[in-house]
């Protein structure tokens, strides 16, 4: 069975400092890993997804995350944060067969001026 | 322009009444998904439908009902048999492939009166 757990549930920065939001993964195959954001009252938007291509992935808005094997893990970045960047971020884990995506809990990202 | 179009916004049930969520998407994919945002839980699939006149249940699909007679188009009934029906419900499609993201409406938001 395939899991994910995003260990922060509220991650709160200033304006101009770096993000990081944490998640480490469980999955019996190769999976597929993707970051989405949601703003309130919204559905989701992909931010960026991990296909094995490359372990460093880069996304949009100035997001990128790592995929290490060895950590099961695939933290989300970003050098300077925006208040713009405030939102709810999932992290999901695909499996190999037909796309069914299992979400984490959720990270609620604050960013103060 | 393409996207997935969720109607309507807030919606309010009576106690013993089945109402309806509308989905439609304009962006010709195959699959489609209904799932369920209840605060700190993420999302968890209610249904979903690969193809036109199939679908399956997904980990919550009790107290819902779906048909998908149409390609662009996956309608929700939540029935009176969903005692807890309060939550975000956001529809989701994607074309086949298990490496390529779902795309997100702007969700439904169910109350009861």
């Known amino acids: 069975a395939q899991s994910v757990t995003q260990l922060d549930s509220h991650v709160s920065v200033s304006e101009g400092t770096p993000v990081l939001l944490r998640c480490n993964y469980s999955s019996s195959y190769s999976p597929s890993l993707f970051w989405y954001v949601q703003h309130p009252n919204k559905g989701l938007q992909l931010l960026l997804k991990y296909t094995s291509a490359a372990t460093l992935v880069k996304g949009i808005n100035g997001f990128e995350a790592e995929f290490k094997k060895s950590e099961t893990s695939f933290h989300l970045t970003k050098p300077s944060a925006h208040m713009s960047d405030a939102a709810e971020y999932f992290c999901v884990v695909s499996n190999t067969g037909f796309q069914k995506l299992v979400f984490g809990t959720g990270t609620r990202l604050l960013v103060s001026p | 322009d393409g996207g997935i179009t969720q109607s309507p916004k807030y919606l309010f049930r009576k106690e013993g009444q089945n109402v309806t969520l509308s989905c439609e998407q304009n962006?010709?994919?195959?699959?489609m998904y209904w799932y369920r945002q209840d605060p700190g839980q993420g999302l968890r699939l209610i249904y979903y439908?690969?193809?036109?006149?199939?679908?399956q249940k997904g980990d919550i699909a009790e107290g819902y009902s779906v048909s998908r007679e149409k390609k662009e188009s996956f309608p929700l009934t939540v029935t009176s048999a969903q005692k807890n029906p309060t939550a975000f419900y956001l529809c989701?499609?994607?074309?086949?492939?298990?490496?390529?993201?779902?795309?997100f409406g702007d969700g439904t938001r169910l109350s009861i009166l």
């Open positions: 962006l010709n994919h195959d699959a």
């Open positions: 989701a499609s994607s074309a086949p492939g298990p490496l390529l993201a779902q795309h």
């Open positions: 439908s690969q193809i036109v006149n199939d679908f």
